[in-house]
RNA sequence: CGGGGCGUGGCUCAGCCUGGUAGAGCAUUCGCUUUGGGAGCGAAGGGUCGCAAGUUCAAAUCUUGCCGCCCCGACCA
C-alpha cells in the first residue's frame, strides 16, 4: 500500500525509479547486497513477459531444457575472451560439504560453456543440426554497482543457445531472435527499440557479433533490452562441438546465444511510467482492469457487489484479467491512487449511481484526470473494456515512439553530439575505432549502443573524424 | 576501490552538539462515525537505540574499532 506521492520524474529521475519499484510491490531489497526479492506484483509481470516470449520461441522451433546452475571454473578459462570478459564478476564455490572443493566451481554468469560442453556430446552428425535450445533460470554476476531490475547479483532471465552448420545458418538465428525482440518490445511491452550491431567494443565477451534493442528510458538514458550474440566457432573450438557433415567431413559448430532479463522489467517502468506511478502496457499487466467499488452503506454496498460479480464474470469470460478491490475501509480515493501507482491500466468504477442507471465508469490510466474517464453503458461493456486496452496499449506505444524521436538528434559536430546526449540520442554517421570510442566515453560518458540495421542508404562524413562513413551510429549515455 | 549519506517500534524519522525514566507521524488492533480522488475521533499493543570494546555513578547520546545498507563515480545485461 502507498500513502504518499512521489518526487517526480523531472525531480530526481533516479529516486523516482527506486521508490516507485518499492513502492508499487514490484520488488524488495534482499538481506545480501546487490540482490533484490521480486514480489508477487512483479513476478506476475515477469510471467507475462516469460509466456509471451516463450510462446515467440517456441513458434520459431526452440525447446526449453535446464542446465545446472554450478559450472567447473576451468570451464570458463577455455574461451579466451569469456574468461576475460567475466572473471571479474564471478561468484566462486570453494567450499561443499565443509570441505574444500579439488576444483572450484562458479555459479554461472551465463552458460554458454556449460551448454557447449553439452552439445559436444550430443552432436555428432549433420543429421543433428540445428539444436534449439533455451532455458529460463537465473544467473550471477558480482557487480559493483547494483539497482533494482537493471543490475543486480542475480538476475533472471532467458538464454537460447544454439547450434549450426554454417556461419550463415547461425547469423540468420542471430538476426531471428534479435526480430523475435523487437516484436515482443514493440507489440507486448510497448517499447519502441531500435534494433543494431554493437561496435566491437561493447561486443558480448566470446562473440564474434552481438546484436542488441535498444531502447531510450524516460530521462533519455538509454538500456540494452535484448541481446544476440553470433558467437561463430569461438565455444565450438573451446568445447569441441563438431559434426560429421554431408561432404564426409568432420567441422566446428556455429553457435549462437542470446537473452533477455528481468531488466526489461525496468524499461517498461522508466517509460512508460509517469509522476503518479507505474504505468503497464495492458498485453502485460497482472492486471488489465481493477474494479473499485463505491458505496455509502449496507444497502448500496450489496446492490454494488451485486452488479459488481455479475460484471467481473463477464470481463473474465471475455479473457480481461481483472482484479476486483473489495479490500475493506480504504475510501475510493485512496484505492484510486493505490492503483495508479501500481500501473493498472483500467479502472472500473462502479457505485450506486451507475446501478441505478446501468453503467460503468472507465478511467484510463495513461491520460490521468477527468479526460481519461468516461461513463459507459453496463451492457456491452467487455467490448468497450477490451477496446480500450487495445487502444491504451495503442497510445503507449505511439507515446514512446513520439518521445524518443523528439529526442534523437542528428549530428554533425562533436559540439552537437555533447548537446544531444544530454537529453537522448545522438545519431551520427560513423567511421570511428574503438579508441575514439573509449574517448568519447570518457569525455561524454556516452557510448556506441549500436548502429542501426536500418541505415538511410547514402553516405555522409564522420562527425569525428571525417572521413567517409557508409553507417550510422546511435550514441547515448547508458544504464 | 574513491566520494557522500544513513543505521533508534513494521515504515519514515526526531532525540545525540550540552550523558540522567526512549519520542513523533504513518502502519497495526479494537470501537464509533465515514466512503464518487489519498477519511475523522477515541483507545490499545509494539523498541537488545547495527555490533563490540572503552570512558562514566550513569551512554541512543562521548571515544575507538568493526559490520551493514543506500546514493554518486570507475566496471557491466
Redesign the pocket.
Known sequence: ??????PTRAEDF??WY?QLVIRAELAD???????MIVRPYGWALWENIQASLDQRFKATGHLNAAFPLLIPKSFLEREASHVE?FS??LAVVTIGGNKELEEPLVVR?TSETVIGHAYAKWIRSYRDLPVLINQWCS???W?????????????F?QEGHTAHATFEEAEEETRRMLEVYADFAVHEAALPVIPGIKSE?????GADR?Y?IEAMMGDGKA?????SHNLGQNFAKAFDIQFLDRDGERKFCWTTSW?L???LV?AIIMVHGDD??LVLPPRLAPFQAVI?P?????DE?AQ?MEAIAGLQRELMAAGIRVKLDAR???????????W??RGVPL?I?????????Q???L?RRDR???E??A?VARDGVAAAVSATLNDIQAALLAKATAFRDARIRDVTTYDDFKEAIETGFARAWWAGDAALE?QI??ET?ATLRCIPLEQPGATGACFMTGRPATTQAIFAR??
Open positions: 500500500m502507498s500513502e504518499q506521492k512521489l533516479n529516486e527506486n531489497y534482499a538481506p545480501v547486497r546487490g540482490c570478459g571479474p564478476e554468469p544467473v550471477v554476476r557487480e559493483l554497482r547494483t539497482k533494482l531490475f537493471l543490475r543486480t547479483l542475480e538476475f532471465w567494443s561493447e561486443r558480448f565477451a552481438t542488441s538500456l540494452q533490452s535484448g541481446t537473452g532479463s528481468t531488466r525496468g503518479q506511478g473499485v463505491i458505496h455509502k452503506n449496507d454496498r454494488v475493506d475501509g480504504l475510501t475510493p480515493g485512496f484505492k484510486f491512487n493505490d495508479e501507482m479502472r468504477e462502479v457505485g450506486p449511481k451507475d446501478v441505478a442507471k453503467t460503468v465508469a478511467a490521468p484526470g477527468k481519461g474517464k461513463f573509449r566515453k570518457e560518458k547508458a544504464y
